[in-house]
């Protein structure tokens, strides 16, 4: 089975959205905060269930995520055959692999995260970084929502995707739906999330759905903590320690 869980846990990126002159823009911040992109050293840890069907059928995956100043770190508890595997997203987009027997982490390169289900993860972490500003902002609406609808490019050839849209409510600025797309203009895949959680005295996000040509992946979040976590955690040169960075399948 191929590690589905892949950089999945990236949604909880902490880098701000910013407009073209640098201004931050209160609501993308405030929907950031939504999905966990929390500032200063306060960080989010929560558990994930991850179901994927596609050509290849239906697989299912259980992992423990971890989001602190713009690093997020992430170990898978099931299935059984990648119990134990760990995943490092940086601020600077750059991510990190590390499983039993493994001397040192690999590199995740930028074509690995266009495919693959190392790119379903890498949707938030590309999507929501100062790599992208803010092109226009218009209005719209989103499953019967007024919102604004945020067309962000990339400021370089590094980023993963030349553009993006992203859908945000007016009311309770809520980010509710994203588009990818590539330097050709093709929409590569999607994403809804919704905000069932609570956490941060506001709604938290509870699921995300991506889809794109060729399968469908529900990442369901619970257990949601917020607090500071030890710097060790993401270090990528301590990836294969014996510290205990996942909470154990009973604290599920």
């Not at 993308?28 to 840890?45: H, M, N, S, Y």
């Not at 100043?69 to 134990?84: D, M, S, T």
């Not at 993401?234 to 320690?241: A, I, L, Q, S, V």
Request: contains cysteine.
């Amino acid at each position: 089975m191929r590690p589905v869980p892949l950089a999945l846990f990236f949604a909880l990126t902490a880098a701000p959205l910013c407009r073209g002159d640098n201004a931050p823009d209160a609501a993308l911040l405030a929907a950031e905060k939504a999905r966990g992109v929390l500032t200063g050293d306060t960080g989010v840890r929560w558990s994930v269930d991850v179901v994927g069907k596609g050509a290849e059928g239906t697989k299912t995956a259980h992992f423990d995520a971890t989001s602190q100043n713009g690093k997020i770190f992430a170990e898978v508890l099931e299935p059984e055959e990648a119990k134990g595997r760990r995943y490092i997203a940086e601020a600077d987009g750059s991510m990190w692999f590390w499983k039993p027997g493994l001397s040192r982490p690999v590199s995740v390169s930028k074509r690995q995260r266009l495919s693959g289900d190392a790119a379903i993860g890498d949707i938030a972490s590309t999507s929501f970084v100062e790599g992208y500003k803010v092109e226009s902002a218009e209005p719209g609406e989103v499953n019967g929502e007024a919102a604004t609808i945020y067309t962000m490019k990339a400021n370089s050839l590094g980023d993963t995707y030349k553009q993006i849209k992203y859908w945000v409510t007016k009311k309770g600025s809520l980010g509710k739906k994203a588009e990818f797309y590539a330097t050709s203009g093709t929409l590569l895949r999607s994403a809804t999330m919704q905000y069932d959680n609570q956490a941060g005295g506001g709604p938290f996000l509870s699921r995300m759905t991506i889809v794109d040509s060729s399968r469908t992946i529900t990442l369901t979040f619970g257990d949601v903590e917020i607090g500071k976590f030890p710097a060790d955690l993401f270090d990528r040169n301590k990836m294969g320690g014996n510290v205990q960075r996942a909470r154990t399948k009973g604290n599920r």
